[in-house]
């Protein structure tokens, strides 16, 4: 619910920063393009990010200069946060000001070495909304 909030809120505005998604999980950007056909979207593809979702493979040293150039404008990224920890250990992100994690979970921004803190953006999770596919999965 409070995704579709931040959301409303964005498409309403009259300043629509647009929203980045570095994410190894496909879907994303049709099923927002599809639930909001107006809001702006830059999809990233490099080379550096592969798998799918909890088999994510990024490798931050291989990214190439246009996805940092790219990444360093960001100001609002849903990415995976073991991405985002990685992203962080090897560049700036001087212009981030949310970050929408594709995950519920979201240590590895915790467990990371080196990571600047405090943090100067808003960092939210998908919690709360696994539990029933989870479910219907595990009864299938």
């Not at 950007?29 to 990010?49: F, G, H, M, T, Y």
């Not at 909890?54 to 931050?60: C, L, M």
């Not at 940092?68 to 090897?90: R, S």
Request: hydrophobic share 45%; aromatic share 8%.
């Amino acid at each position: 619910i409070y995704i579709d909030i931040v959301i409303e809120i964005v498409i309403m505005s009259k300043y629509r920063p647009a929203i980045t998604l570095f994410t190894s999980i496909s879907n994303i950007a049709p099923a927002l393009r599809k639930a909001a056909p107006s809001l702006p979207l830059l999809e990233i593809v490099d080379e550096a990010l592969g798998g799918y979702g909890g088999t994510v493979e990024f490798d931050a040293s291989k990214i190439q200069k246009g996805t940092k150039t790219q990444l360093a404008a960001a100001e609002i990224l849903i990415t995976e946060p073991a991405v985002l920890a990685a992203l962080l250990q090897h560049m700036t992100l001087p212009n981030l000001r949310w970050c929408q994690s594709t995950y519920a979970g979201v240590d590895p921004l915790f467990t990371a070495s080196n990571l600047p803190m405090p943090r100067s953006f808003t960092l939210t999770r998908f919690a709360g909304k696994f539990g029933p596919p989870i479910a219907e999965w595990c009864l299938a």
